[in-house]
């Protein structure tokens, strides 16, 4: 099969996934399935084959994620219900001050974002908001911008959320690299999108009544949910920073023991992701539930809504390793690869540029990331660990931009703002875009360097 008819079959693919989503309100998962067999049977994988290409590609990906999403979900679960994030905000503003309150969430918002989920870290953080917009009479947009995009950020640069930690299994690429990396990226483009937010704040936006109304409301609603004995901003901080050290210890140190030692052994062991997690959510359970009266009723129904609550997203996860998978085995992949040779398109803005495209085309920061690596897994044969790991970044990056009206998160930061379309493509889409086009240019800079 020629190289042009290859890669019309993956355009078509996309382009079916988008219409299935988009207009037909198909699920991704369901519409991710219905793509891969489309490119399967289009491109002649036999068809005794196609179910074992299939459920392969979802199984060796959901391998290396699945517990990283269960865990972080139920320790961001057990962090909200603590009040730990209140605290860790209060703390912050007494730190810097009052005149510095906006940077002092967005901060928080950067920490915070590290273990929990895009859309349920910026549902925690919104009572803060409205909050400290009531108190210094400001707009919640003030306070909301630059921290959701701070979050959204983390959520597709560090490898505790699962595109990135899909990225770094489709790539062979190290997960710890990757999120010492992603994190020491994601600080300079987060101070740049903390700058933007403010540029873009300069303007007035009307919010909708429902947001106002919030703003404007007394106190006790807030005072009901305030939390008893809630944990110190210290404890909460370094339950969030442990798995990260964690696993850079287990990423640093081993290189420089004897393989098969006890030492060896026992760091590899606290440095895997997954234990890292475990570790920190059960000292998080212990302290912020259990020697603050929690029962161990509340402890499995927190357990059980925040499995719930990330299953969407390891089926998500899962279909698109499938999609990848089947990309790859029909030979899209070495078509591409060619083709990007031929134009002399380089690995990092090739990685950019075809992230990007399908962020704005289907919404899911995820699935744009699964798709981009799982098309890049041929190209990328021979490279060295470190260029693994910013070819990953690099689409990571990529998913950042352009969120708007056909991402949920697009939705869920303009109901909770009080933003209009219009107004959350003005503020919203912009800020993404700038933030996801510095990191890529961080990153090739890196890159450039090595």
């Not at 309150?101 to 919104?126: C, N």
């Not at 510095?438 to 990153?443: D, N, S």
């Amino acid at each position: 099969m020629t190289t042009t008819l290859l890669l019309s079959i993956a355009v078509i693919s996309v382009v079916l996934l988008l219409l299935l989503v988009i207009k037909a309100k198909v699920h991704p998962f369901v519409a991710l399935i219905v793509a891969s067999l489309f490119v399967a049977l289009t491109t002649g994988i036999p068809a005794e084959n196609i179910m074992k290409v299939i459920l392969g590609g979802m199984g060796s990906l959901l391998g290396g994620i699945a517990a990283l999403i269960v865990l972080g979900a139920i320790l961001g679960a057990v962090i909200e219900a603590s009040g730990g994030a209140d605290v860790l905000a209060k703390r912050f503003t007494e730190l810097l001050g009052p005149q510095r309150m906006v940077a002092a969430l967005t901060i928080v918002a950067f920490v915070l974002g590290l273990p929990v989920f895009f859309d349920v870290g910026f549902i925690i953080v919104v009572p803060l908001i409205y909050g400290f917009a009531k108190v210094l009479r400001l707009s919640p947009l003030k306070f909301g911008l630059s921290m959701a995009g701070m979050m959204l950020m983390v959520h597709v640069a560090v490898p505790t959320h699962p595109g990135p930690a899909a990225a770094a299994s489709l790539l062979n690429a190290d997960i710890g690299w990757l999120m010492m990396l992603g994190i020491g990226v994601s600080i300079p483009v987060g101070i740049i999108g903390y700058v933007v937010a403010k540029m873009l704040n300069r303007k007035n936006y009307h919010l909708s009544v429902n947001v106002l109304e919030q703003v404007q409301l007394t106190t006790n609603k807030d005072e009901q949910k305030t939390v008893k004995n809630p944990p110190s901003a210290g404890l909460v901080a370094g339950l969030i920073v442990l798995p990260i050290f964690l696993i850079m210890i287990g990423t640093l140190v081993p290189p420089h023991l004897t393989p098969g030692s006890t030492a060896h052994g026992i760091l590899t062991l606290l440095g895997a992701p997954a234990i890292a997690l475990l570790i920190t959510l059960a000292l998080a359970v212990w302290q912020l539930g259990f020697r603050r009266g929690w029962g161990k009723d509340k402890v499995e129904a927190l357990s059980n809504t925040a499995i719930a609550n990330a299953a969407g997203v390891i089926l998500v996860s899962g279909a698109g390793g499938a999609f990848g998978k089947v990309l790859v085995e029909s030979g899209v992949g070495k078509a591409l690869a060619g083709s990007l040779s031929a134009i002399h398109l380089p690995l990092i803005p090739a990685a950019y540029i075809l992230s990007l495209a399908l962020r704005a085309s289907q919404g899911s920061a995820t699935v744009a990331i699964v798709t981009t690596c799982g098309l890049l897994t041929s190209a990328v044969t021979g490279l060295a660990d470190i260029q693994l790991v910013l070819v990953a970044l690099s689409a990571c990056f990529g998913a950042l931009g352009l969120s708007h009206v056909n991402d949920s998160g697009f939705w869920v930061v303009t109901r909770y703002l009080g933003l209009s379309v219009a107004d959350g493509l003005k503020t919203w889409t912009v800020l993404t875009t700038v933030m996801g086009l510095f990191g890529f240019l961080f990153t090739w800079v890196i890159w450039a360097m090595l």
